[in-house]
């Protein structure tokens, strides 16, 4: 028998909530700044900076959801961009024509993604074929591929990249930011392949019960792979992207963005524990913490600030999901 969406079960849904948050938010701002926040400008510049930490929540989501976690998507996403950017300054320069410098990008781009993949398969290995607990591996593995890019770089910036780089982070399609344009990409892979393929039930079930996957005959190895496979190359993408704004790579680039990726994916409704999550939760998140950090900004609240009410936030949802989640097992229990 075919099953009806009420409104009541819209309401309840931890992704209702975040879509009222992240009005809330929007409309707070701009009733206390709408001359700076509601101006094109200021708008603009929120589609250009959000993404480079939206794609790593979303890689820190699909590990998430599995009942892991990836701690290592910084270090993968640095030591990406700073691979990309020493092929970059090697093979071309600025003075090279756009068409030769275009190649050494598509290059870099690749080998990037090579580099991404390579580190999710080294972290999947640890925690599927080793046993070794996902925060502690990524922990690790992070520290070694920030390792290996200081060690590179000596510690320093690479520069010097042909003008053919900005067209990953600060280029505009038809108006739209590129960033904004390659975050809608994968946010919508990353949706299809959780709800439109098998895998995604594959990753859902083991994070639900782990002990029901094995038995259902699942190969959980393979599946572990493919999952932090995947969040290695968004984090190549975020490095990408990261690079591409800095016009530079370096190995400690966006290091405030790894608490900040946990924050957001707990935030949009992701299970710490495993089991749920959903891409539309997290985009949510994104822009709500997007909305309250550029408005913050505007009127000048210092960073400690900026911090307690994000904390306040995250505190508050996580109370409600719980609450929510609870009431819910309570009333699915058969009365006796």
């Known amino acids: 028998m075919k099953q009806h969406t009420t409104p009541r079960d819209i309401t309840a849904a931890p992704e209702f909530r975040l879509f009222l948050i992240a009005a809330l938010v929007f409309g707070l701002m701009s009733v206390l700044s709408p001359d700076r926040f509601l101006s094109s400008q200021n708008l603009t510049s929120m589609a250009f900076q959000f ?9 820190m989501a699909i590990t998430m959801m599995t009942g892991g976690i990836d701690l290592s ?4 996403a640095n030591l990406s961009a700073v691979v990309a950017a020493l092929i970059l300054t090697h093979f071309s320069d600025p003075s090279m024509p756009a068409s030769q410098s275009a ?4 290059v870099a781009i690749a080998v990037a993604m090579a580099i991404g993949a390579v580190a999710g398969l080294l972290n999947g290995a ?24 200081i060690a ?24 739209v930011p590129v960033p904004l344009i390659l975050f809608a990409l994968l946010a919508c892979i990353l949706h299809l392949l ?3 393929t098998a895998f995604g039930l594959r990753v859902t079930m083991y994070g639900a019960n782990p002990l029901a996957a094995l038995y259902a005959a699942i190969d959980i190895n393979r599946m572990l792979l493919k999952v932090y496979v995947i969040a290695g190359m968004f984090s190549s993408v975020a490095g990408l992207i990261i690079m591409s704004r800095a016009n530079s790579a370096k190995a400690d680039y966006g290091s405030s963005y790894l608490l900040l990726a946990v924050l957001i994916a707990v935030l949009g409704g992701v299970n710490p524990y495993g089991g749920y999550g ?32 994000w904390g306040v936030l995250l505190i508050l949802v996580m109370v409600i999901n719980t609450h929510a989640i609870t009431a819910l097992r309570r009333s699915a229990k058969p009365a006796s």
């Open 278 to 309: 959903r891409v539309i939760g997290v985009v949510l998140a994104v822009l709500s913490m997007q909305f309250l950090s550029s408005g913050l900004n505007m009127l000048q609240v210092s960073n400690f600030a900026r911090e307690l009410i």
């Open 152 to 175: 590179m770089t000596g510690g320093s910036a690479v520069m010097g990249f042909p003008a053919t780089v900005a067209l990953i982070g600060n280029a505009q399609v038809l108006g």
């Open 126 to 149: 640890l925690v599927a074929f080793f046993g070794l607990p996902p925060i502690l591996a990524t922990l690790g593995s992070g520290l070694v591929f920030t390792g290996f890019a």
């Open 194 to 196: 959780l709800t439109r």
């Open 73 to 76: 998507v910084v270090g993968v």
């Open 103 to 106: 190649v050494w990008l598509c």
């Open 51 to 59: 993404p480079e930490f939206a794609i790593l929540a979303l890689a």
